[in-house]
């Protein structure tokens, strides 16, 4: 009895091993099809790469697009932008690096990156007036320009130590690596030494006054393209806190343009804030294109008024800037 009810039992865990022997055949089926069907393919597309012809990567730096599509096109190769960089040795739209590099021997159809010139890297040189010589100095580094000489000058407006003159001007548009001088003051002139004031925005009469009692001559330019009133003074040489002698001849430029009875002029009255240090202050015309034109370009004391009649013929709007921040703007 006991050996009939053993026979059934290993018969029944014969049947329920089954499933499981079947499943991991067709599993070990399937990794094995897989497997083929990787290794088919993998020789396929080997074959397939191996069957282009090898080329070698053409020199594409300095060309323009055109030219590297043609030069590219001419292996079988394609063209993909990577991105954009300054260069002040390659015009822009042109190409300035690439990867691989020329003369690599690649399969057709090889991707080239490349990475297109968007010209020399300009920057906007900060006011540097009013500040110490290291600041100035630092200031022009960040900016990635370069001190050039710095001189020292007498000046009526500036402590000594501070920088009174910069050249470009504040606001001017300047390629990475550019040279900028400074005039750095001596502080105020012994009695014995006699510097220029600024006669800008004033008119002729009180330059020609001073002129008079400081023994200057005086040499009169007049310009019929001003964009201001007749009889102001637009410009002067030597600049304001330059030194002068008796004798001297100092050069100006009066506005002298045509004036129509119907020309339109605005007031312009701006008031300085409050504080302790002299603030630069830039106000341009607007044109209808958009650019500007500087009618002041100035140091003024804290408090200080501006009081100006601007005529605004074609410009669109006037633009007050202080130590080169937009505070006011006005349509005409």
């Known amino acids: 009895m006991n050996e009939f009810f053993d026979e059934v039992s290993s018969k029944n865990k014969s049947k329920k091993g089954r499933p499981s022997k079947v499943i991991a055949f067709v599993l070990v089926t399937l990794i094995l099809f897989a497997g083929l069907i990787y290794f088919s393919m993998d020789w396929a597309l080997d074959a397939l790469i191996h069957t282009r012809k090898e080329v070698t990567v053409p020199d594409l730096k300095y060309k323009t697009l055109p030219e590297t599509l043609d030069l590219l096109a001419a292996g079988n190769l394609t ?16 190409i300035v690096r690439q990867l691989p590099s020329a003369g690599t021997v690649v ?21 540097l ?79 020609s006054a001073w002129a008079t009692a400081n023994d200057i001559n005086l040499n009169v ?24 002698n008796k004798g001297d001849t100092v050069n100006v430029i009066v506005s002298r343009r045509p004036v129509s009875a119907d020309e339109k002029s605005y007031r312009l009255h701006y008031e300085m804030a409050q504080g302790k240090n002299q603030s630069n202050v830039r106000i341009t015309l607007v044109n209808s294109d958009g650019t500007e034109k500087d009618i002041l370009n100035e140091m003024k004391d804290p408090g ?16 007050i800037y202080i130590n080169g921040i937009l505070v006011r703007e006005r349509e005409f």
Not at 81 to 94: L, N, R, S, V, Y
Not at 109 to 114: A, F, H, K, P, S
Not at 228 to 241: E, L, R, Y
């Open 304 to 319: 200080s008024k501006i009081d100006m009649d601007i005529p605004y013929g074609n410009s669109t709007a006037f633009r």
């Open 79 to 94: 063209l993909k932008k990577a991105g954009d960089e300054a260069d002040a040795k390659a015009a822009p739209d042109t």
């Open 129 to 207: 007036v009013g500040q110490s010589l290291r600041n100035a100095q630092l200031l022009i580094r960040q900016n990635g320009l370069v001190t050039g000489t710095v001189d020292n000058a007498y000046s009526n407006d500036y402590d000594k130590g501070t920088v009174s003159a910069q050249n470009p001007a504040n606001g001017s548009k300047l390629v990475k690596g550019s040279v900028v001088t400074l005039v750095v003051s001596n502080g105020p002139p012994p009695q014995n030494v006699m510097l220029m004031p600024s006669f800008r925005m004033q008119k002729l009469t009180d330059i």
């Open 221 to 244: 330019t007049e310009d019929a393209s001003s964009a201001f009133p007749n009889g102001v003074i637009t410009d002067q040489s030597p600049a304001a806190d330059m030194q002068v």
């Open 107 to 127: 399969r057709e159809g090889r991707v080239i990156r490349v990475w297109i010139s968007k010209g020399e890297e300009e920057v906007t040189l900060p006011n």
